[in-house]
T-cell receptor, first 114, second 116 residues
Framework: NAGVTQTPKFQVLKTGQSMTLQCAQD?????MYWYRQDPGMGLRLIYY???????DKGEVPNGYNVSRLNKREFSLRLESAAPSQTSVYFC?????????????FGPGTRLTVT | AQKITQTQPGMFVQEKEAVTLDCTYD???????LFWYKQPSSGEMIFLIY??????QNATEGRYSLNFQKARKSANLVISASQLGDSAMYFC?????????????FGTGTRLQVFP
């Protein structure tokens, strides 16, 4: 049981390049999320998927696309990276843990766009 | 709209002392959940404690307790007997649940530094 996994852990892109961040969870959770965390700030929601086959925008969706490939996997794509997208990206999913509801987070992807 | 406010950018505490990290929230919902997460320098998000809006007792998890004052809309985290390993960023968050969304909204965090 690996929980929530993300790849890659680190990435450096040049402005205009594209890439896909991968996320997978093995806990059979329905809902999955992509957040970004900028220095000195809390996490802000980019996109989420309440169930397989559905996706919706969060607070800061511009410049991103997502795919919910199946129940396990939820990917985030940057089509044309910009320096403003330099951030740490977290994938998460809801589940029952010690709390009635607990969001499980992946380890994060540190992305730098030059 | 729901909002979480953490007014302490940084806090210092001596080892073995207790410390309170402040969190206030704003919501018009009657049913909601409040969370605290710890983020050490390694970057991962670690769940600490949860309080439901209908829970009559304050939540506790080991050295962590949540001082829930519903009328004041505050959900402060109390860490007793601080340890050097408690040095980290701490985020308060609230669950926002509506017909088309179920997500956490986060405060800006408090950086706690524990000194010997």
């Amino acid at each position: 049981n690996a929980g929530v996994t993300q790849t890659p852990k680190f990435q450096v892109l040049k402005t205009g390049q594209s890439m896909t961040l991968q996320c997978a969870q093995d806990m059979n959770h329905n809902s999955m999320y992509w957040y970004r965390q900028d220095p000195g700030m809390g996490l802000r929601l980019i996109y989420y998927s309440a169930s397989e086959g559905t996706t919706d925008k969060g607070e800061v969706p511009n410049g991103y696309n997502v795919s919910r490939l199946n129940k396990r996997e939820f990917s985030l794509r940057l089509e044309s990276a910009a320096p403003s997208q330099t951030s740490v990206y977290f994938c998460a999913s809801w589940g029952t843990g010690r709390a009635p509801y607990e969001q499980y987070f992946g380890p994060g992807t540190r992305l730098t766009v030059t | 709209a729901q909002k979480i406010t953490q007014t302490q950018p940084g806090m210092f505490v001596q080892e073995k002392e207790a410390v309170t990290l402040d969190c206030t929230y704003d919501t018009s919902d009657q049913s909601y959940g409040l969370f605290w997460y710890k983020q050490p320098s390694s970057g991962e998000m670690i769940f600490l404690i949860y309080q439901g809006s209908y829970d009559e007792q304050n939540a506790t998890e080991g050295r962590y307790s949540l001082n829930f004052q519903k009328a004041r809309k505050s959900a402060n985290l109390v860490i007793s007997a601080s340890q050097l390993g408690d040095s980290a960023m701490y985020f308060c968050a609230m669950r926002e649940l509506s017909y088309n969304t179920d997500k956490l909204i986060f405060g800006t965090g408090t950086r706690l530094q524990v000194f010997p």
